[in-house]
């Protein structure tokens, strides 16, 4: 089978299990939710077939598991929300629709995506803007004790999740640069100041828009991301336990600064030390998680709502949607989602080691990083095995940027597989420059 | 570079592995976690029941009933009172904000069908495959509505308690308390609940006074010191005591109590004559000729000691008898309590008024104490019955003779004694009034015990008012009479 026709049955497979989803919570919640709902799957479905004819056009080397496994992802993510607040589906449908169009844009528009290492610093300064607009007074929303929203009007969005993506090609243009310098001759060699010393501002950089943002999480994930690169690029585990330290240092420094990390921290020691207060959320999420049992209560059957139509669990669409999927899918259907989530990124790192330039292996590498590291953080905040910290779970948790930048991560990572399937089998390039000459 | 990115792969699995098992672990805790106070599983477990209904004893007066509501596709089952304050102790609430109180907790497993009948079982499990709403068994309870509106009624502003038992089987047919509250309020409006004023303080209008409140006897506790006299033997009605105005103890001097009735100083008076008129002193030497031992001995066979046995919470309920703090206090020597002043009802001797309506219905029914009980029948959800309470002898606290000999004199209470405002026309009515002080700015905790009619008693009655300046006679007599009026009726 071609890789594009196993794209299609995959793709089809996912879409069969989505819809058996939504039509199981329809059927639970047909009382309350409004026939017209279920025709939500349909042009949710339309997109991604939408997008598959554009991968067989454009991309038909490019990895045929990444597609479907984010089509299934948004789509349990579709049907959770859909779940929990039928409107929120609808919103979060558009939001997929933006960034397939975006994903498409992508592929089209970057069919030399090496481009991208030309305008690094462009690049950088442009996710350092991004990261502090929150923070602009006027334009700059908090939400839950967090600055993260930039709010224009009809919409609001997170510019970190776009940063996010603009750093890490930033990073992996800059130590494919320097990779030779910072991998030292010795395990103990440390390189000049002057290699070095844009790696601390990123640190310190991080870190600040940690403080200004109060995000725990985005500070967690960008300087793990931060450090996992490093590691790809020189294979030194000296940067790695440098780099967690020097992490640690500053989030304790910052642990004076601000209550709400230590806050958060105590909360994970003990959830029910203040049950009906801080450790309302975790506490919460652990009862949804426990009483799911093996096989949950069915969607659509759990114990979410209290009376006034509210949800036990605030942010239940977001940051806590396992939870909900967990006590309505039970272990099984948790154990699944993190399956998917293996999956995604098990492909990501193959599409980054076919990858025959050290700054695709980087960029792919970095950005599947980033997918990972991202799930981890809230998979494990939700289950109490780590500090919970606010940020969103890739594909699933309802929220349009998140989405959004997610879908363009995608077409950067088909675009990159692509080309090095393509060279594998020999096949022409997409009228790129060869490989190996300067790419600009 | 791929040998560093196959590394990372590994971290990660690594890490997501450790997610799938944190998972496992909570559902390996899952027991023990269910049961936490504010796990909502179990709570919506039990709203999506279509709880049973609670009945007066007229099996039509609805004191609690479901208003269904849908939330996220799943009907829900909220509770509705519709007497609002009118037995909201007995029956208690059941809420998702505050879990449950009074027979909505203790019966929660019949309201919700989750008791172990095998006829149940077989509806829940039906109701299971057929993907029906569970529902739950109704309350048939033994509490007469209109006799419970005239007790609410007549203790409107007040802090006290009225019980009213039936004597021959034990059926509590009015047990109010007073101020009391409107359960449909506890859900969303606590602070109201909370935060109601009355004529005492604290008003505690969640406190079921009946089961829960403790008063000092007072002179009522002399049925049970004239009970002890005569059933021991020692003593008759006729038996002559002299009374000098006092008595004496450790060479103190203890003075009669205004509320009784007549001159200061009796002189001669038989024993039947210092029930009537309630003569403290005379209480005071018969009590230190008993003793302690034998005193208590007789309270405990009225119930003294224990915990009343009701349908409704454990923790709902206190016994009776002499306490040190909050405590129940077991003398050991008889040197440990003042008995003269015991065998009128003060020292640290408190009661509650479903514990004296208890001595009442005793005397009523001839010596024989029967377990008091609220709720007559359980129903099935189609109306059939799937358990009836039998009336149960609980103990003999007297013989037929004394309790003969007791009513005789009681009834001298309300004809000529302390009690007289307790009479109805046409019928005899028995009875003991009391007066305790408690030391507090000279307020006083009234009292009336008593039955009628007194050849055939229907109704034994004990009411309690406290934080009063009247006397037991004044205050709570009246209003135990206009109670037994609707019940005798």
Not at chain 2, 97 to 119: A, K, Q, Y
Not at chain 2, 205 to 214: D, E, I, K, S, V
Not at chain 2, 363 to 390: W, Y
Request: glycine content about 10%; some cysteine; charged content about 20%.
């Amino acid at each position: 089978m071609s890789l594009r026709n196993r794209e299609l049955v995959s793709l089809l497979a996912a879409g069969l299990i989505v819809t058996l989803g939504f039509a199981s919570v329809y059927l639970a919640q047909q009382s309350t939710i409004s026939r017209g709902s279920i025709s939500y799957i349909a042009v949710f479905l339309g997109l991604y077939l939408i997008a598959h004819i554009v991968t067989r056009v454009q991309l038909p080397y490019a990895d045929p598991y990444l597609l479907p496994l984010a089509a299934l992802l948004t789509g349990i993510g579709v049907t959770l929300i859909y779940r929990i607040n039928p409107d929120q589906a609808l919103r979060q449908g558009a939001w997929v629709a933006v960034g397939l169009v975006l994903f498409v844009a992508a592929i089209i528009l970057m069919r030399d995506y090496r481009k991208l290492e030309g305008i690094k610093y462009t690049l950088g300064v442009a996710a350092v803007i991004l990261l502090v607009l929150p923070a602009v007074p006027g334009i700059g929303r908090t939400i839950n004790g967090a600055t993260l929203w930039v709010d224009l009007g009809p919409f609001v969005f997170q510019p970190g999740e776009l940063a996010k993506v603009l750093i890490v090609v930033f990073l992996a243009s800059y130590l494919r640069d320097r990779r030779d310098v910072l991998k030292g001759a010795h395990w103990y060699s440390l390189p000049p100041i002057r290699h070095l010393g844009p790696l601390i501002v990123v640190w310190g950089a991080a870190i600040v828009v940690l403080i200004l943002t109060n995000d725990l999480g985005g500070g967690l994930l960008y300087f793990s991301v931060f450090v996992a690169m490093l590691y790809i690029a020189t294979g030194r585990l000296l940067y790695v336990v440098g780099g967690l330290a020097l992490f640690a240092a500053g989030a304790l420094a910052v642990y004076r600064v601000t209550p709400h990390v230590a806050d958060r921290v105590a909360i994970w020691l003990d959830p029910w030390s203040d049950p009906n207060g801080a450790g309302y959320q975790l506490v919460q999420s652990i009862y949804a998680i426990s009483s799911g049992g093996l096989f949950g209560s069915g969607l659509g059957r759990g114990a979410l709502f209290t009376p006034d139509g509210s949800t036990y669990i605030p942010f239940l669409e977001t940051d806590f949607i396992y939870s909900a999927l967990v006590q309505e899918l039970g272990l099984a259907g948790g154990a699944a989602l993190v399956l998917l989530y293996v999956l995604f990124v098990y492909r990501g790192f193959r599409v980054a080691m076919l990858a025959q330039d050290g700054f695709s292996k980087l960029l792919i590498g970095g950005l599947t990083s980033t997918f990972a590291i991202q799930a981890f953080l809230i998979l494990g905040g939700v289950t109490g095995l780590i500090p919970l910290t606010g940020i969103t779970l890739p594909f699933v948790s309802y929220g349009g940027s998140s989405v959004v930048a997610n879908l363009l991560i995608l077409g950067l990572a088909l675009s990159v597989s692509d080309r090095a399937n393509r060279r594998m089998l020999g096949a022409p390039d997409r009228g790129l420059a060869p490989l190996g000459a300067p790419a600009r | 570079m791929n040998r560093e990115l196959r590394r990372l792969f590994l971290v990660f699995a690594l890490l997501f592995t450790a997610l799938v098992s944190m998972g496992t672990y909570w559902l390996w805790r899952a027991p023990s976690l269910e049961a936490r106070q504010g796990n909502p599983t179990q709570v919506v477990r039990d709203v999506t029941t279509k709880r049973g209904l609670i009945y007066a004893s007229d099996g039509e007066t609805i004191l609690a009933r479901n208003r269904g509501r849908e939330v996220s596709g799943r009907r829900w089952f909220l509770r509705r009172y519709p007497t609002r304050d009118l037995v909201a102790h007995v029956v208690g609430y059941a809420t998702l904000e505050r879990s449950r109180t009074g027979l909505e907790d203790s019966m929660n497993d019949f309201l919700t069908g989750g008791n172990s009948d095998l006829s149940t079982v077989i509806e829940r499990a039906r109701a299971r495959f057929q993907g029906d709403v569970r529902e739950g068994n109704d309350l048939v309870l033994t509490i007469d509505a209109e006799a419970q509106a005239k007790a609410m009624e007549v203790l409107e502003g007040m802090c006290g308690s009225i019980v009213v038992l039936e004597p021959s089987t034990g059926r509590v047919l009015v047990m109010a308390s007073s101020p009391s509250y409107d359960p449909n309020l506890v859900a969303r409006r606590f602070d109201e609940v909370l935060g109601q004023r009355a004529a005492c303080d604290p008003a505690a209008p969640l406190l079921n006074r009946a089961t829960q409140g403790l008063y000092a006897p007072g002179s009522t506790f002399k049925l049970v010191t004239a009970a002890a006299a005569l059933d021991t033997g020692l003593h008759t009605p006729q038996s002559m005591f002299f009374d000098p105005g006092y008595c004496t103890e450790y060479g103190q001097r203890v003075f009669n109590y205004s509320d009784q009735s007549g001159p200061e100083r009796f002189g001669q008076v038989t024993l039947g004559e210092a029930v009537e008129h309630s003569i403290n002193a005379v209480f005071c030497d018969l009590g230190q000729d008993l003793g302690t031992d034998t005193v208590l001995e007789y309270a405990r066979r009225f119930g003294f000691y224990e915990k009343p046995p009701l349908e409704t919470p454990e923790g709902e309920r206190v016994a009776s008898g002499l306490y040190e703090g909050d405590k129940l206090f077991e003398p050991e020597l008889e040197s440990d309590v003042d008995v003269g002043r015991l065998a009128f009802g003060q020292e640290r001797l408190l009661a509650t008024p479903l514990q004296m309506a208890m001595v009442a219905a005793a005397i009523a029914n001839g010596g024989e104490s029967m377990r008091p009980f609220v709720v007559d029948r359980i129903l099935k959800p189609d109306d059939s019955v799937l358990s009836g309470t039998k009336p149960e002898r609980l103990r003999t606290a007297v013989a037929p003779d004394t309790a003969a000999e007791l009513t005789a004199m009681m009834e001298l209470v309300t004809e000529s004694g302390t009690g007289r405002r307790a009479q109805i026309p046409g019928v005899r009515v028995a009875g003991k009034t009391g007066t305790a002080e408690t030391g507090r700015n000279d307020r006083n905790d009234t009292w009336f015990v008593g039955f009628a009619p007194a050849n055939n008693p229907e109704v034994a009655i004990a009411v309690t008012i406290s934080d009063q300046s009247g006397t037991g006679g004044a205050v709570a007599a009246p209003k135990a009479k206009e109670v037994m009026e609707v019940l005798l009726r």
